[in-house]
């Protein structure tokens, strides 16, 4: 996908040139969209129509956000959720943001042994199926996953595409992250590194040798910037890894953990951003088939400002 | 789905209806198919052919098993690997399961923060999305999840069809499983319980008050029985949960593990077979028109073998 160049490279290289540290998210929720997309479903309750919205919103938020994305992110429950109508309309997504260029992050946090991660490492990250001469139409460039199984859960990964990144879940924004994360391990006598502190020492592991010409390696991991001190210490034990930060936004990160996470060269972390960005109005403020443009503005100026008070802190 | 009884009695009534303990998973793999329908899709390598090919083969296995497996487990990513011809094929498979009463174990390892979990709750576990008046025809009886994201991750599963059961990840089969899961965590100076068995301890926590007639919770586990020693540890610390135990077969899991992880009524585990149950044969061996057959009859054999061996174990 796009030549070889490593994921890590591309990402720090688009960030440079539309000076943003904003990813995206794309997660449609037909409850949250304008209300005249709403009403038009009540009305007309198909599976095609369904399709139709999906994809029509989605253009309306790449449209008003392509100048300041970094990369898009659609997340892959609130596309399954809606079955075939959704699976359609997020492969109709994904042509569309490779038609722009734009880079895509597939947050699906997929995990399994290493001869079934191979087969969902094939389904997202491969050129093509083997048994086909058509290129994949649902490749992405980077992916999230969990690295719960150890090694030979993630090398699949890795071996599927060099030029994909991968995303391990290491300290995750929610409020009862801390119930394994945030645990201890024994380590002769002491209190050692936490669950989330030994994921990323093997995040790093496993990223070794697989640096970019930015120093950035294949894996790096997702850090909820809902914690600021994680986010710093687990920068400390895996310095080559990119981290992908949501939680600003509907769930109270601060802007701080992003720049505890972006590390020395301040290229190292990315914040993500769904609700917050995509859903800036309330349905029954948008009830007419002026919509769009409506929608446009106030997704690109919630986008816009994000991008700012981000650059800002970076640049204090 | 079939009433509100308790996924955790459905299974276990099912067991002794069928006097057995097998789990079948249902992992289409086209390179190990027999040859007669790999030679078909290499002279007509399309997306069509594929989800008819799909489908075909795992009827002759659903037939060729139905007498003795417990339940189905359909590995999602041996189908997402296939595009929408996989998917189709799965949906497919899943009606043909449900027609005949039979209960469907997604094996999926779904995981994501509380909002998004939500969301791939209702694509798999809802009865019916709330947008459509029809049934959900992606719904299945249990699915599994990855419980690294903690008790916000695993509780909107649980809501989201209280007669559907869950099994979350606790040791899995995997060589490199240990990296994280062994590790023992740190208590009051000494090594506590290791990463799996605090996972248990979640698991226990989950399902508590949840307990069917048979006094099993609606939150089970996935436990390697590649891991003996594990299994019996596990089992202490949460009685009350299923243990899905792939890895018997190509992995090399033991019997022992089954007993191990069953607990002292013997109800509380079921070993999960896939590329041993699936392909007791090599490609070229059903190179002609005759496949369906002769597939079928080593396919029951290979099953009935196991279905055998686990239930001696258990009566000796």
Redesign the interface.
């Known amino acids: 996908m796009q030549g070889q160049e490593s994921f890590s490279d591309r990402l720090i290289e688009r960030a440079r040139q539309c000076e943003s540290r904003v990813i995206v998210g794309l997660?449609p929720?037909?409850?949250a969209f304008p209300g005249y997309l709403q009403e038009a479903?009540r009305r007309q309750?198909d599976?095609d129509l369904?399709e139709e919205t999906l994809v029509a919103f989605n253009r309306v938020v790449v449209e008003a956000t392509a100048e300041m994305a970094v990369a898009y992110k659609p997340?892959a429950?609130?596309y399954?959720?809606?079955?075939?109508a959704g699976?359609?309309a997020l492969?109709r997504t994904i042509a569309l943001l490779r038609a722009k260029g734009l880079l895509i992050i597939m947050d699906a946090?997929?995990?399994?042994?290493?001869?079934?991660?191979g087969?969902?490492a094939?389904?997202?990250l491969a050129a093509r199926?083997?048994?086909?001469?058509e290129a994949?139409?649902?490749q992405v460039d980077a992916l999230t996953v969990?690295?719960?199984?150890?090694?030979?859960?993630i090398r699949p990964f890795q071996e599927a595409n060099r030029a994909a990144g991968l995303f391990v879940?290491a300290k995750?924004?929610?409020?009862?992250?801390?119930?394994?994360?945030d645990?201890?391990?024994?380590?002769a006598?002491?209190?050692?590194l936490t669950?989330a502190e030994?994921?990323a020492r093997?995040v790093a592991c496993w990223g070794e040798g697989t640096e970019g010409k930015q120093g950035y390696a294949q894996v790096g991991m997702v850090v909820g910037a809902t914690y600021p001190q994680a986010a710093l210490a687990l920068r400390r034990l895996a310095p080559r890894a990119i981290f992908l930060m949501p939680g600003i936004g509907a769930?109270g990160g601060s802007l701080d953990a992003i720049v505890a996470g972006a590390g020395e060269d301040g290229n190292g972390a990315y914040a993500a951003s769904s609700?917050g960005l995509l859903y800036p109005f309330r349905p029954e403020e948008l009830a007419d088939a002026a919509w769009m443009e409506q929608a446009a503005a106030r997704i690109h100026a919630v986008a816009q400002q994000l991008r700012q008070a981000i650059q800002q802190r970076f640049a204090a």
Do not use: C
Request: glycine fraction near 10%.
């Open positions: 997660d929720q037909i409850e479903l309750p599976h369904l997340q429950a609130f399954e959720q809606y079955g075939f699976l359609r492969q946090k997929r995990n399994d042994v290493a001869h079934t991660a087969a969902y094939t389904a997202w199926h083997p048994l086909f001469a994949n139409s649902w969990n690295g719960y199984l150890g090694s030979d859960g879940l995750t924004s929610n409020p009862s992250s801390g119930e394994l994360q645990l201890p391990l024994w380590e006598g002491q209190p050692g669950v030994q994921m093997l769930q609700r």
